[in-house]
């Protein structure tokens, strides 16, 4: 804890810059847990055997991004919806898109696993680095998004066999666009001390994880995680 002070001394959290970068990284993560709890809406509309759990993710997730929106106002700064809304469009229309076709392993590819490692990946990099107040509200929520991401592991791993093509199918379609929105907030990313690099390594750990989990070999996995490369 102390070599994490040491850290976040070093950044001036006032300053005109960090402020300017912050406005689109906080909105970022605001309008992430504003899809997500849509995104688990819609789930519990799919999924009628699991209904209760998704709504219970899905006000965890309002939850977070309240606690994202005080730590906005704590720095005084106004987040910049418009570009988090875009940033997120290519995911946010292709989870629409599956869902209004009832594919389910696709919506779950989309939320449970790329989303939530997404959000895993950005929040661990960054609680080092956070002013106190962001890394105390940081540090709850990321402990919530393992239990999401465990969500679609389970219900993805005890439909394998049936999903396996869907799912990578999806992830050749999804993956990609990761990669370009790791590309569009690096610059705002290093301004808050988080390399981009370290967010592709911890993003592509806990989505190898999950499919792994899931029942796909290191093998398939390699194939799989080749396919984020077409965006970089």
Known sequence: MPQLEATSTTFDFQSASYKDAYSRINAIVIEGEQEANDNYLKLAEM?????EELISLAK????HKKGFQACGRNLEVEPDME??????SGLHQNFQAAAASGNVVTCLLIQALI??????AAYNIYIP?????ARKITEGVVKDEYSHLNFGEKWLQAHFE???TELEQANRQ????VWKMLNQVEKDAKVLGMEKEALVEDFMIAYGEALSTIGFTTRDIMRMSAFGL???
């Open 230 to 232: 077409i965006g970089a």
């Open 83 to 88: 570009f988090a809304q875009e940033f997120f």
């Open 47 to 51: 999924l009628a055997d699991s209904k």
């Open 162 to 164: 049936d999903s396996k």
């Open 60 to 63: 965890m997730e309002m939850r």
């Open 129 to 133: 680095v956070a002013d106190p107040f």
């Open 115 to 120: 989303i939530e490692s997404f959000a895993i």
């Open 174 to 177: 999804n993956l990609p666009i």
